[in-house]
């Protein structure tokens, strides 16, 4: 079956870094999203990366292994309002997304 | 641009009632997907439409069902309806089948079945 791990929970300090993790096993890859949601919103997009390597957004981050079926979502000066749900999503080879449980950002002051 | 609009917002039903939830997407966006999301849970693909065809269909009863008019607004349709059917209803919309590179969310239907 196809199949998203990130860890369900993370907890960081407002100002440090904070890296979430995403591995997948699925048919097909054309690219990892990311996604970010508050509690009660919808979830907003973050980043996209089809190949392998870093894509930097401001204070955002995201990595792809394409031989390691591993990316990852890396959070610069960590605020306040970065606390929220964060999704990774994989394009499989029906072009459908695929998407993880999602991780729970915990930002303590 | 407006965004993607969800109607109703909120929606309480009883079990056995059926529900259709009515998506408008960006204009332009000729692809929506729809999604469930349960407490604590990602989100759960139900299917996609493009130009007024099913693109892709995901693991739920026959129970859920969709479609897509002409000026790419969608609706879905949930008949027979049970306890476990209480989620968010998200739809997502986009230039591309597939989702393209984004997708982007309405503020979702919260469905409550009593």
């Known amino acids: 079956g196809q199949s998203l791990e990130q860890p369900s929970e993370v907890t960081a300090v407002e100002g440090a870094i904070v890296q979430i993790n995403c591995t997948y096993q699925?048919?097909?890859?054309?690219?990892l999203s990311w996604y970010q949601q508050h509690d009660g919103g919808a979830p907003t997009f973050l980043s996209y990366n089809a190949l392998d390597g870093l894509e930097e957004t401001g204070r955002f981050s995201s990595f792809l292994s394409r031989s390691d079926s591993y990316g990852y979502l890396l959070l610069q000066e960590l605020q306040m309002k970065d606390s929220a749900s964060y999704f990774c999503a994989v394009r499989d080879s029906n072009y459908q997304l695929i998407w993880g449980a999602g991780t729970k950002l915990i930002i303590k002051p | 641009k407006a965004g993607v609009t969800q109607t109703p917002r909120y929606l309480i039903k009883t079990r056995g009632q059926q529900v259709t939830l009515s998506c408008s997407p960006i204009?332009?966006?000729?692809?929506v997907s729809w999604y469930q999301q349960t407490p604590g849970q990602g989100l759960q693909f139900l299917f996609e439409?493009?130009?007024?065809?099913?693109?892709n269909k995901g693991n739920f009863p026959g129970r859920f069902s969709g479609r897509q008019f002409s000026n790419s607004r969608s609706e879905m349709n949930v008949s027979t309806l049970e306890l476990g059917d209480s989620a968010l209803y998200l739809c997502?919309?986009?230039?591309?089948?597939?989702?393209?590179?984004?997708?982007?969310f309405g503020p979702g239907t919260r469905l409550l079945v009593l």
């Open positions: 439409y493009f130009s007024e065809t099913q693109r």
């Open positions: 699925t048919s097909g890859f054309y690219g």
């Open positions: 204009s332009g966006h000729r692809s």
């Open positions: 997502a919309s986009s230039l591309d089948v597939g989702g393209g590179e984004t997708q982007y």
